[in-house]
């Protein structure tokens, strides 16, 4: 899937993309540096531009978060 993205987007896309996202992806159980502005999760969080947090992560969600995230 990956490759299919990257050839979705061409390299003039792909630089205007370029430091308009930030995206950290924290594992529940193993990562705890959401806990004190996110609070508690069970399952991963996909956090977007440290103001958009994904909790229920799927192909779906993820994309309609960048596309909000884009469009700001």
Same mark, same amino acid.
């Given at each position: 899937?990956?490759?299919?993205?990257?050839?979705? +987007?061409?390299?003039?896309?792909? *630089?205007?993309?370029?430091?308009?996202?930030?995206?950290?992806?924290?594992?529940?159980? #193993? %990562?705890?540096?959401?806990?004190?502005? +996110?609070?508690?999760?069970?399952? *991963?969080?996909?956090?977007?531009?440290?103001?958009?947090?994904?909790?229920?992560?799927? #192909? %779906?969600?993820?994309?309609?978060?960048?596309?909000?995230?884009?469009?700001?």
């Amino acid at each position: 899937e990956i490759n299919n993205n990257e050839e979705r +987007y061409n390299s003039k896309e792909r *630089s205007y993309f370029e430091g308009r996202l930030e995206v950290v992806i924290y594992r529940a159980g #193993k %990562d705890f540096g959401y806990l004190k502005k +996110y609070g508690r999760t069970t399952k *991963s969080l996909l956090v977007i531009n440290e103001s958009k947090a994904v909790r229920n992560i799927s #192909k %779906d969600t993820i994309s309609a978060a960048f596309e909000e995230a884009l469009h700001c």
